[in-house]
T-cell receptor
Framework: NAGVTQTPKFQVLKTGQSMTLQCAQD?????MSWYRQDPGMGLRLIHY???????DQGEVPNGYNVSRSTTEDFPLRLLSAAPSQTSVYFC??????????????FGPGTRLTVL | AQRVTQPEKLLSVFKGAPVELKCNYS??????LFWYVQYSRQRLQLLLR??SRESIKGFTADLNKGETSFHLKKPFAQEEDSAMYYC???????????FGKGTKLSVKP
């Protein structure tokens, strides 16, 4: 199993450009989420999905869109990139939404720079 | 409000010294707590969960409900323990993990 995969690994955008960060998992997990990691801020939830066709906003959703057409894929779209979106983005998946034995599996991350 | 606090951004110790990474939480219900670790150039991964009461790579963490803490401890630090450590609480309104801001542990030879 590849686990959680993300593409691209690195990306540089100009302000106003749009792009899609790809995330896929092969563990048949229902729950998938996107986080951004910024220095001194930890990981903050952007959007999440509890299954195909169901998505919802997290803590910092502005400027991002998501969709979940299949169990495996959960792309994150930046509509009009801004320098404040410069960050490292992590996709994660888990079998359950919550629970003391729950474990989230993370992708390797995408480092995005917006000029 | 649900919150996880890691008061130290950076913790530097010498090899063989004891290490304690602090984590305090704020949560009204019964907390589900985890420690995640991110080694250099590797992905974030689960280190341990409070419910399991296990020792992983020599690390332990005890949930103290009275002090609302879940500190991570290891009696003798090793250089390979150098990493970023995140304490996380499962209890967001959406059921998601709430992460602390992380503590960077540096173990010097």
């Amino acid at each position: 199993n590849a686990g959680v995969t993300q593409t691209p690994k690195f990306q540089v955008l100009k302000t106003g450009q749009s792009m899609t960060l790809q995330c896929a998992q092969d563990m048949n997990h229902e729950y998938m989420s996107w986080y951004r990691q910024d220095p001194g801020m930890g990981l903050r939830l952007i959007h999440y999905s509890v299954g195909a066709g169901i998505t919802d906003q997290g803590e910092v959703p502005n400027g991002y869109n998501v969709s979940r057409s299949t169990t495996e894929d959960f792309p994150l779209r930046l509509l009009s990139a801004a320098p404040s979106q410069t960050s490292v983005y992590f996709c994660a998946s888990s079998l359950d939404l919550r629970g003391p034995y729950n474990e989230q599996f993370f992708g390797p991350g995408t480092r995005l720079t917006v000029l | 409000a649900q919150r996880v606090t890691q008061p130290e951004k950076l913790l530097s110790v010498f090899k063989g010294a004891p290490v304690e990474l602090k984590c305090n939480y704020s949560y009204s219900g019964s907390p589900e707590l985890f420690w995640y670790v991110q080694y250099s150039r590797q992905r974030l991964q689960l280190l341990l969960r409070h419910i399991s009461r296990e020792s992983i790579k020599g690390f332990t963490a005890d949930l103290n409900k009275g002090e609302t803490s879940f500190h991570l401890k290891k009696p003798f630090a090793q250089e390979e323990d150098s990493a970023m450590y995140y304490c996380a609480l499962s209890g967001g309104s959406q059921g998601n993990l709430i992460f602390g801001k992380g503590t960077k542990l540096s173990v010097k030879p």
